[in-house]
């Protein structure tokens, strides 16, 4: 990527921060912004706990536990065992090294916004690469299910999203504002490509595009925008994606990601495997390669294959 070029990624938590982690491997600090999903915020204990922005931090500090898909590696879990044993509740795993970050979080959270106590943690982490929360209002994920209207970690954690899915709703958005981060990243005057990463496009993707001017100004962009599907085959290669898609009534497939994605893209990278896809996706120009994370070598293998077709739309 040239000198002048500057990229805007928004992303979720496990996917996004696979391709994000790939991102800062290949581009220099200045180069990118990461605006990260807020919507599955919540409090809990007491603490601010931001999933998704922890997700995209721990793994460009490279402490994610790969296996698990969530929280740090090597963590311990004595304060779980602990409160368990006094009858505290349980179904949110807080792990030990992880418990340092919310209670950090909480308590810069006193004084100043959750763009700076995100800057503040990523310095501490020794990043450099710039990560922002989509706002730093509070925006609050509801679904309405067939079992009723849950609060979004009630849905995903407690009930392990199974209940079926009719209708999400982001409290508060309509109010909030898209942070400074993301706001100056729509504006850089370098802006080459806006990149969706791989993450669920209907729980982390869409409270960032309902953030108020962020889908007009993605639509009537200047500079491509690509994404990268979370699908292969039928499968979401890691939680509910696909689940939800067909509970939306959309094409479990990269098919499905087209459609939902809309009018928004020029270029969906699918997977090799999906080849045949090709032909049935009307709208963004499709591109085919190995979109399946594992390594850190497949992360920047993506991330050159996602910003090398983003540059061939821009010609
Ligand atoms: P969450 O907020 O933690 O649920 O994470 P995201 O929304 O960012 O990511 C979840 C999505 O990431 C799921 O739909 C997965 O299919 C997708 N995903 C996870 N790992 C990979 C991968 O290696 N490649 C691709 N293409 N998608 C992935
Ligand atoms: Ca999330």
């Known amino acids: 990527m040239s000198r002048s070029e500057f990229v805007l990624a928004l992303a979720g938590g496990v996917g996004g921060a696979k391709l994000a982690a790939g991102l800062a491997e290949v581009l220099p600090p200045e180069a990118l912004t990461l605006v990260v999903n807020t919507g599955d915020d919540f409090r809990l204990h007491g603490l601010h706990i931001s999933p998704d922005l922890d997700s995209v931090m721990y793994a460009l500090a490279g402490l994610h536990d790969p296996v698990r898909g969530w929280g740090l590696a090597g963590e311990s879990w004595a304060f779980m065992q602990a409160f368990r044993r006094l009858g505290g509740e349980d179904w949110f795993q807080l792990g030990d090294q992880d418990l340092a970050t919310h209670l950090l979080r909480t308590q810069l959270l006193h004084d100043v916004s959750l763009t700076e106590v995100t800057a503040t943690l990523c310095a501490r982490l020794g990043l450099r690469h710039r990560i922002v929360p989509m706002t730093d209002d509070p925006v609050g994920t509801r679904v309405l299910t067939d079992e009723g209207l849950l ?4 849905y995903f954690v407690r009930r392990r999203a199974q209940p079926v899915l009719r209708r999400v709703m982001f409290d508060g958005v309509e ?4 942070s400074a ?14 990149l969706i990463c791989p993450s669920n496009p209907v729980l982390s993707i869409a409270p960032i595009l309902a953030l108020p001017g962020v889908r007009a100004q993605l ?18 290669v890691k939680g509910p994606a696909a689940k939800i898609l067909g509970e939306l009534a959309l094409p479990v497939s990269a098919l499905g990601i087209a459609h ?3 009018g928004l893209l020029d270029g969906l990278l699918i997977d090799s495997s999906d080849e045949a896809l090709c032909t049935s996706i009307r709208g963004p120009r499709i591109r085919t390669a190995p979109i399946l994370m594992h390594e850190l070598a497949d992360k920047r293998a993506l991330a050159l294959t996602v910003l090398d077709f983003a540059r061939e739309l821009h010609r």
């Open 260 to 262: 939902y994605y809309d």
């Open 175 to 178: 109010s909030a504002r898209p």
């Open 151 to 154: 609060q979004f970690q009630d």
């Open 219 to 236: 639509q009537d962009r200047r500079v491509p925008v690509v994404a990268v599907s979370p699908i292969i085959g039928s499968r979401a």
């Open 181 to 194: 981060g993301l706001i100056a990243a729509l504006q850089h005057p370098q802006l080459s490509a806006i």
